[in-house]
């Protein structure tokens, strides 16, 4: 579930914020518990991250066609499917169970340990996956070592 999201740039926005998370709280069903995590703030993937990614799914499926139908988009979804699992989404109170979680919601650190495991994925399955110098993910992963 992406759920809701609150968040809080400084001390005035708190009572604001619990206000309105009170009022979710009483309007919740309770037919499922609900957790309160609370986290620093990080700004989801970046769009550099997201078309290097696409990128990737290209060249693995360019890679892969020879021997099964296989095309970018199916490609991603194999990826997110081996690292990034299902979720139940909900909307309103109907459940659809067992979605692939969407990348969109990753933040940058997320879909950064993400493309590590696609990048060594295609390593391990002899695909050298493009890896420009001057790209976000090159950096964080210079930035790492």
Same mark, same amino acid.
């Given at each position: 579930?992406?759920? !809701? ?7 005035? #926005?708190?009572?604001? !914020? *619990? ?14 518990? /609900? ?9 989801? $993937?970046? *769009?550099?991250?997201? +078309? ?7 060249? &693995? +499926? #360019?890679?892969?066609?020879?021997? /099964? #139908? ?7 979804? *194999? &990826?997110?499917?081996?690292?990034? @699992?299902?979720?139940? !989404?909900? /909307? @309103?109170?109907?459940?659809?169970? =067992?979605? %692939?979680?969407?990348?969109?919601? %990753? ?15 295609? *390593? #391990? =399955? @002899? !695909? ?9 993910? +090159?950096? +964080? $992963?210079?930035?790492? /070592?």
């Amino acid at each position: 579930m992406n759920g !809701v999201f609150w968040m809080i740039r400084n001390r005035k #926005d708190i009572d604001q !914020v *619990l206000k309105f998370f009170k009022k979710f709280l009483d309007d919740w069903d309770y037919s499922r518990p /609900i957790a309160w995590k609370v986290e620093p703030y990080s700004a989801t $993937r970046s *769009l550099s991250q997201n +078309a290097l990614f696409h990128m990737w799914c290209g060249e &693995m +499926a #360019d890679h892969f066609s020879s021997k /099964i #139908d296989i095309t970018p988009e199916k490609m991603k979804l *194999l &990826m997110k499917n081996e690292f990034l @699992g299902t979720e139940d !989404v909900f /909307i @309103g109170k109907t459940e659809i169970k =067992h979605q %692939l979680r969407s990348t969109s919601s %990753l933040s940058k650190g997320e879909m950064h340990q993400f493309m590590e495991q696609v990048f060594h994925w295609g *390593l #391990d =399955h @002899g !695909v050298t996956l493009t890896n420009p110098k001057n790209s976000e993910f +090159a950096r +964080a $992963r210079n930035a790492a /070592i």
